[in-house]
T-cell receptor, first 117, second 115 residues
């Protein structure tokens, strides 16, 4: 079974600074995918970025980038130029196979990010 | 392009009552998932539908829980004889068969409080 570990319960960052949220994973699969989601206080899980295990380059989406280090089994999220609206819970997740090709997500415990003005 | 919607957003009920939640996935997505999230935890998988067929259920889904997806469109999750331990956020997600890592897109969730 897949396992995701997020070791930072909370992070506090000044506005406009960059922040790195840590995520390590454990899997015996050769092919896998990693996701980051943002969950504001409203509760909705917002998809941010995806990294496939065979992707040669680190994924980027606007201010979000994923620092993927396969040998270390880490997939850290980097947010550049943080904004007040980035304050939220952030979850790292990995897909785990279900039957007939579908896949469920296995989530970490999350990191609560607070951006200070 | 509308996202995943869920109703109601909040539900307060007394122990022993039945509750039903609804999820409307993104229209072209044929895969639908339910997750449960308790306070301070990440979401945990409950069940999966491909079109109208319920293909996988987690051990978390006790006999008091039932989910349906008639005609492969919206889905309902019913909890019978609710218990205080059922208090949680219930999240629905949908995904296409193909796409970027088969990314799952979530709805806003239904917060259940059992008194």
């Amino acid at each position: 079974a897949q396992k995701i570990t997020q070791t930072q319960p909370g992070m506090f960052v000044q506005e406009k600074e960059a922040v790195t949220l840590d995520c390590t994973y454990d899997t015996s699969d050769q092919s896998y995918g990693l996701f980051w989601y943002k969950q504001p206080s409203s509760g909705e899980m917002i998809f941010l970025i995806y990294q496939g295990s065979y992707d040669e380059q680190n994924a980027t989406e606007g201010r979000y980038s994923l620092n993927f280090q396969k040998a270390r089994k880490s997939a850290n999220l980097v947010i550049s130029a943080s904004q007040l609206g980035d304050s939220a819970m952030y979850f790292c997740a990995m897909r785990e196979a279900l039957i007939q090709g579908a896949q469920k997500l296995v989530f970490g415990q999350g990191t609560r990010l607070t951006i200070n003005p | 392009d509308t996202g995943v919607s869920q109703n109601p957003r909040h539900k307060i009920t007394k122990r022993g009552q039945n509750v039903t939640f609804r999820c409307d996935p993104i229209s072209e997505h044929n895969r639908l998932y339910w997750y449960r999230q308790t306070l301070g935890q990440g979401p945990e998988f409950l069940t999966y539908f491909q079109n109208e067929a319920q293909l996988e259920k987690s051990r978390l889904l006790s006999d008091r829980f039932s989910a349906e997806r008639p005609k492969g469109s919206f889905s309902t999750l019913e909890i019978q004889r609710t218990e205080q331990g059922d208090s949680a956020m219930y999240l629905c997600a949908s995904s296409p068969v193909r796409g970027q890592g088969e990314t799952q897109y979530f709805g806003p969730g239904t917060r259940l409080l059992v008194l």
